[in-house]
């Protein structure tokens, strides 16, 4: 199995600030990568696939970028809204496998 | 809207079965592949097994951990697909999510899966 490596696995972070969060993989994926974010009580949603490609109504500050075994999450401008936890999963062979997660907190 | 809704789960006694449902609305979903992923209380996310559409042979994939115990199945005419949970666990507990697997095309290859429409889950506990 592909093993998904999330770094780091909390972090705090204020309103406006840059965020980036990084996925390794033990074994070359491509670009068959893509980004969930979970809100508390909440279902996962998609935000990025294929490692850079942003999911529709996704909004821009969101971006993603990487190919073979490292990949990374950045928020450009934290909003209050993005607080929740992401998660990175592969997408390039079953058993599918994701990351462990990353918290995102208000400093 | 595209949407699908679990049914199904509940409190089962470990050894015993369970059969969770998903019904899709508003996509077509004899198109699409389907997949099952777990999330066990404040954890994170594993992807539980995946069927594929009629176009490739509803091939069924199953994660190590449920493979030979879970049983996954669908039927287009009914946009409906199940999770056949026997031999359950502890472990087993978690809130169990369907979803659509929709292939996206980059550069014209159209094989990054990504799961874009999610159910709002059905929880399972596995206790004595």
């Known amino acids: 199995d592909i093993q998904m490596t999330q770094s780091p696995s909390s972090l705090s972070a204020a309103v406006g600030d840059r965020v980036t969060i990084t996925c390794r993989t033990n074994q070359n994926i491509s670009t068959y990568l893509n980004w969930y974010q979970q809100k508390p009580q909440k279902v996962p949603k998609l935000l990025i696939y294929a490692a850079s490609n942003l999911q529709s109504g996704v909004p821009s500050r969101f971006s993603g970028s990487g190919s073979g075994t490292d990949f990374t999450l950045t928020i450009s401008s934290l909003q209050l809204e993005d607080f929740a936890t992401y998660f990175c999963q592969q997408s390039y062979t079953t058993p599918l496998t994701f990351g462990g997660g990353t918290k995102v907190e208000v400093k | 809207e595209m949407q699908v809704v679990e049914s199904g789960g509940g409190l089962v006694q470990p050894g015993g079965s369970l059969r969770l449902s998903c019904a899709a609305s508003?996509?077509?979903?004899?198109?699409?592949?389907m997949d099952w992923v777990r999330q066990a209380p404040g954890k994170g996310l594993e992807w539980v097994g995946r069927?594929?559409?009629?176009?490739?042979?509803?091939?069924?994939e199953y994660a190590a951990s449920v493979k030979g115990r879970f049983i996954m199945s669908r039927d287009d005419s009914k946009n409906s697909m199940w999770l056949q949970m026997n031999s359950l666990k502890t472990e087993d507990t978690a809130v169990y999510y369907c979803?659509?697997?929709?292939?996206?095309?980059?550069?014209?290859?159209?094989?990054?899966?990504?799961?874009?429409?999610w159910g709002q889950g059905t929880s399972v506990t596995v206790s004595s």
């Open positions: 508003g996509f077509a979903f004899s198109d699409h592949y």
């Open positions: 069927t594929r559409n009629g176009a490739n042979n509803y091939i069924t």
């Open positions: 979803g659509r697997a929709v292939g996206y095309c980059v550069d014209n290859v159209c094989y990054y899966y990504a799961m874009d429409v």
